[in-house]
């Protein structure tokens, strides 16, 4: 069975750095892209980024690239999301999920971690 | 960057009302099209990926359809476990943006 595994709630204060983790579990890790959600209090899904954990190949959204870095560990399965430096506008709920197919290009994401909620406050 | 546009923001139907929601690229996106259903304090649910496979296990009732630029997504009869917020998702080229989403709620 396939499941993604997301690191707790935290709460950090800005100025902060952080690294939450996504460990999967039930398939190879090394031959599926994991990608990154973010969505805000009460808004929509944002697209991040996304990263194949076989040669760690990454790709950013636009909105995000220089924000955050995407990496992944492949001897324990594991997938990360990091900040340098954390700003109130960061507080949101952050996904982890893989996508249907091998190819960057698939059919959307079929599994989903449960989430991780950030909260950024002073 | 290609923008995803949905349209209705929200929308209020009841139970047996058939459903659509569009989608709308800015550039084509062939057939990288996909669909999620969202409830309240859950993770996305993919319910139609490629325009118009039916993810394994989602009803029948929902269907999608379109290429190129312009998508729909239907709910053929309206249940009540189908109250929830649905995105659309392009899947082509990077960044796979979603779009901006469409709350179905109760009439």
């Known amino acids: 069975e396939v499941q993604l595994v997301q690191s707790g709630a935290d709460v950090k204060k800005p100025g902060e750095s952080l690294k939450i983790s996504c460990k999967a579990s039930?398939?190879?890790?090394?031959?599926?892209?994991i990608g990154w959600v973010r969505q805000m209090p009460g808004k929509g899904l944002e697209w991040m980024g996304i990263?194949?954990?076989?040669?760690?190949?990454?790709r950013y959204s636009p909105s995000f690239q220089g924000q955050v870095t995407i990496s992944a560990d492949k001897s324990i399965s594991t997938a990360y999301l990091q900040w340098t430096s954390l700003k109130a506008s960061d507080t949101a709920m952050y996904y982890c999920a893989r996508p249907t197919s091998y190819t960057i290009s698939s059919g959307g994401f079929d599994y989903w971690g449960q989430g991780t909620l950030i909260t950024v406050s002073s | 960057d290609i923008q995803m546009t949905q349209s209705p923001s929200s929308l209020s139907a009841s139970v047996g009302d058939r459903v659509t929601i569009t989608c709308r690229s800015s550039h084509n996106i062939t057939n990288y099209l996909n669909w999620y259903q969202q409830k309240p304090g859950k993770a996305p649910k993919l319910l139609i990926y490629?325009?118009?496979s039916l993810q394994s296990g989602v009803p029948s009732r929902f269907s999608g359809s379109g290429s190129g630029t312009d998508f729909t997504l239907t709910i053929s009869s309206l249940q009540p476990e189908d109250f929830a917020t649905y995105y659309c998702?392009?899947?082509?080229?990077?960044?796979?943006?979603f779009g901006q989403g469409t709350r179905l709620e109760i009439k």
């Open positions: 998702q392009r899947s082509y080229s990077t960044p796979h943006t």
């Open positions: 039930g398939y190879s890790f090394t031959s599926y892209w």
């Open positions: 490629a325009v118009s």
């Open positions: 990263i194949y954990p076989g040669d760690s190949d990454t």
